[in-house]
């Protein structure tokens, strides 16, 4: 029931984009097209998870026992940038659509503050092994839940008669900004 909690916590009432504000330029970067979100959104399931569990153990096995905590950061981007790395030659000769669409956002995922966000969330909260595969579980479905909500909403909005001053980014923001309001109804849920 922990890991359950841990989970739901993680992906619907302390959202990584919606509560945290982390991973933004992807957020509004990809998600014009439900399409892309949606594989970013995986691409990201797979980067925050098993990065999260890397990381976790790399902190825990070599860092901690040699008293190099302070090195996290520069160790995380480290297997963060190497994961993506698999990511992106995966995609490239599996998923050239995908790989096409995503363009400079697949790797970026290097750089989105949300992957690395999740690792330094879950070593400073104090999960366990398992609880940290479920919060970055969680985090990670959360973002592509998200993102794939807000694409489908930008695709209708597209179409919407929307007055020329909010065509394009303000009525992005106004629609990730009621979002954040409507997740908030989540509080209070999970841990």
């Known amino acids: 029931m922990e890991l359950f909690s841990i989970f739901i916590g993680a992906s619907l009432v302390s959202n990584i ?59 995380f981007i480290l297997v963060i940038a190497t994961l993506v790395q698999f990511v992106e030659m995966y995609m490239k000769k599996n998923m050239q659509t995908l790989y096409k ?33 479920s919060s970055a579980l969680g985090i990670s479905l959360g973002y592509t839940l998200v993102i794939f909500i807000f694409s489908t909403i930008r695709e209708r909005l597209e179409l919407a008669n929307t007055p020329r001053g909010f065509r394009g980014a303000p009525i992005a923001l106004i629609t990730a900004a009621i979002m954040a309001m409507a997740f908030f109804g989540f509080f209070g849920l999970g841990g």
């Open 101 to 133: 669409a995503l363009g400079v956002y697949l790797p970026l995922i290097t750089v989105n503050c949300a992957v690395l966000g999740a690792a330094l969330l879950n070593i400073d909260r104090g999960f366990n092994f398992l609880g940290t595969v």
């Open 17 to 75: 984009i919606l509560a945290n504000f982390l991973g933004i330029c992807s957020f509004m970067g990809v998600s014009k097209k439900s399409s892309s979100a949606l594989g970013m959104g995986f691409a990201v399931v797979f980067v925050i998870t098993t990065s999260s569990m890397a990381t976790w153990a790399i902190f825990h096995f070599l860092l901690v026992p040699f008293q190099l905590e302070f090195m996290r950061t520069i160790v």
